[in-house]
């Protein structure tokens, strides 16, 4: 114990200043300009850096959670270093933005790997925990103003797309949607920490346990949930949308399946962030236009299944190497036809095929695998672990990538660094939930 509380003495600082990244990524337009993307990347080597520093000191150890994600990092290199292999090779069709997507692979996997290192506490947990649910509520706010004052700005530039619909300081809707996903995620998880575990005496006993979770110091950060679920609604993504609500349920229905401990506080929870988001939020800020949408959608209005054609073809061209990481803007014009709209596509919008596109099938093959490893053992922590904040981060890991996995099949979410960054980061919270070492009773 006095060994624990000298190593996290001693890395203090690197941790708050982790914390502060990860506030920061989001803000210039979700990290998706170049210099944003270097800044990202040069940050998370700084502090590796320092981690090793104090790590050959001897001021730091290695982590459970660490030990026990060798594997999973061992995934999540592999897609830079194939990287820059086709670099080197010369079989990449756009060699500068092979070597940015190599070094930012390799910025993905330090924060995965910092995350396990750094994050050895259950006050840290919390702490990490409540940055991404602040940020997620601040894009959900700041989003929402800008729409109804009509004063709308990005991150100090004038918004010029998506104009009266929320995108926070993202340019792309449908990439706020993704980033309030995640963050959801992370601040359901935490709310289903706090949920007693015993079951109630009598009725009299289950209603006080009921108004006390919904009107008690919990309703701060319920109050919290309900303001970021309007600004996913007000954003008007179909997909962010269903997907949110999708991987709520999905997820609220293996926790009740796979957890012995889940209580009638749970359901309610998860019964309550459905019937009253959904209706209740959605009646004031526009789910109903959401609908509409969703409805429209038609295959002569879209254009996405053309270009998932096409990329398809890409994909059989380049079936194990790949074009090139970050290519797919090059590439696509060679492929595309008439029918694909008159736009440009920077990228396809679907993660699954980009990355194929881009990496070839093996390496995108590692990182699904690298994923699903995640995802087991987030499953295994809902039926292993007794500690309710250790099963609050399983669900979060669990439904974020339950959201991003359907997500994912229409839109480009991981190709932008912030959603990315906070996805590698709740996949690291998904291990922690497995491996980090408590006192269970």
Not at 257 to 277: H, Q
Request: hydrophobic content about 50%; aromatic content about 12%; glycine content about 6%.
């Amino acid at each position: 114990m006095s060994s624990l509380l000298v190593s996290q003495k001693s890395d203090t600082p690197l941790f708050y200043s982790y914390l502060a990244l990860l506030a920061w990524v989001p803000l210039p337009l979700g990290s998706n300009k170049a210099w944003a993307i270097s800044l990202l990347s040069s940050i998370t080597f700084a502090l590796l850096a320092w981690w090793l520093v104090l790590y050959t000191q001897r001021k730091l150890s290695l982590s459970k959670s660490f030990s026990n994600s060798w594997l999973v990092i061992a995934l999540l290199l592999c897609a830079p270093l194939w990287a820059l292999m086709q670099f080197q090779l010369d079989i990449t069709i756009d060699p500068a933005n092979t070597l940015q997507d190599a070094l930012f692979g390799f910025a993905l996997a330090g924060l995965f790997t910092l995350t396990t290192l750094l994050v050895k506490s259950k006050r840290r947990i919390k702490l990490l925990c409540f940055t991404l649910v602040g940020s997620g509520l601040f894009q959900a706010v700041y989003g929402s103003m800008m729409t109804l004052t009509g004063i709308e700005y990005l991150f100090f530039v004038p918004k010029e797309h998506y104009l009266n619909l929320t995108t926070g300081t993202f340019v792309n809707r449908n990439h706020l949607a993704g980033y309030l996903e995640l963050t959801l995620a992370v601040g359901i998880g935490l709310m289903i920490s706090t949920l007693d575990g015993s079951s109630a005496a009598n009725w009299r006993d289950f209603f006080r346990r009921l108004l006390t979770t919904l009107l008690g110091n919990k309703a701060r950060l319920r109050i919290i949930l309900v303001m970021m679920v309007a600004g996913l609604v007000m954003s008007h993504s179909r997909m962010g949308n269903s997907a949110f609500f999708a991987s709520l349920s999905i997820a609220g229905v293996l926790a009740l399946i796979l957890s012995r401990r889940s209580t009638k506080a749970t359901i309610i929870l998860i019964s309550s962030l459905i019937i009253i988001d959904l209706f209740v939020v959605g009646t004031f800020f526009g789910v109903e236009q959401v609908v509409q949408r969703l409805e429209k959608t038609s295959d002569s209005s879209e254009t996405r299944d053309e270009v998932n054609t096409y990329t398809l073809g890409a994909i059989e061209d380049n079936l194990l190497t790949g074009s090139g990481a970050g290519s797919y803007y090059t590439l696509f014009p060679a492929y595309r036809e008439y029918d694909a709209g008159r736009g440009f596509y920077n990228h396809a919008h679907n993660d699954y095929f980009e990355f194929a596109s881009d990496y070839g099938v093996v390496v995108t093959g590692c990182l699904m695998l690298a994923v699903l490893l995640v995802f087991i053992s987030a499953i295994r922590a809902q039926i292993k672990r007794k500690n309710t904040l250790m099963r609050g981060l399983a669900f979060s890991a669990t439904m974020a990538i339950i959201a991003l996995a359907i997500h994912s099949t229409v839109d480009f979410n991981l190709q932008i660094p912030a959603n990315a960054a906070t996805f590698v980061i709740i996949l690291a919270l998904g291990q922690i939930s497995l491996h980090h070492k408590s006192r269970e009773r």
